[in-house]
């Protein structure tokens, strides 16, 4: 179908199971709801996830739950507003939940930085050194 066709028709469709209904509607407003989404993710957590990933998460909750027959929507103003509100709502929980003490991103970061400046911040004493060739020799013996 073209993209002249009315969200009606393809909201019906989509009602009706036809899963080339929730294709159209994917590739209709996807890219603007990935732009909405990286607006309120953090540079911080572009490791973890982006826009794409909130925006999948959205189409499966909007597909689930317009089958369930939980949404009565007329008009494209309606459904956008409805997917950009459900997108907005899924990236702050998302930024909260991989900023969250345990998860945070930012942490994990400047942890793996922080670490491995100090691996390098010195030479190993002569018992560290000890220690690394013993393990190097259990690892060699029990490949064997």
Same mark, same amino acid.
């Given at each position: ?24 509607? #994917?590739?209709?407003? *996807? %890219? @603007?709801? +990935? ?9 911080? !957590? =572009? ?49 909260? #939940?991989?900023?969250? *003490? %345990? @998860?945070? +991103? ?9 670490? !491995? =400046? ?27």
């Amino acid at each position: 179908m073209s993209e002249s066709e009315p969200i009606s028709t393809l909201v019906q469709r989509l009602h009706d199971g036809d899963p080339q209904a929730a294709n159209l509607l #994917f590739e209709r407003y *996807a %890219r @603007r709801l +990935a732009r909405a989404a990286e607006q309120h993710l953090t540079r911080k !957590l =572009a490791d973890r996830l982006d826009g794409e990933d909130v925006v999948q998460s959205v189409f499966r909750t909007f597909c689930r739950r317009h089958a369930a027959g939980e949404f009565r929507l007329d008009s494209t103003a309606q459904l956008w507003r409805l997917l950009l509100q459900i997108t907005l709502r899924k990236a702050r929980y998302q930024a909260r #939940f991989h900023l969250a *003490a %345990r @998860r945070d +991103a930012a942490v994990e970061a400047a942890g793996d930085d922080l670490a !491995l =400046a100090e691996a390098v911040a010195h030479e190993p004493d002569p018992a560290e050194a000890a220690a690394l060739v013993d393990q190097i020799d259990a690892d060699r013996w029990n490949r064997v």
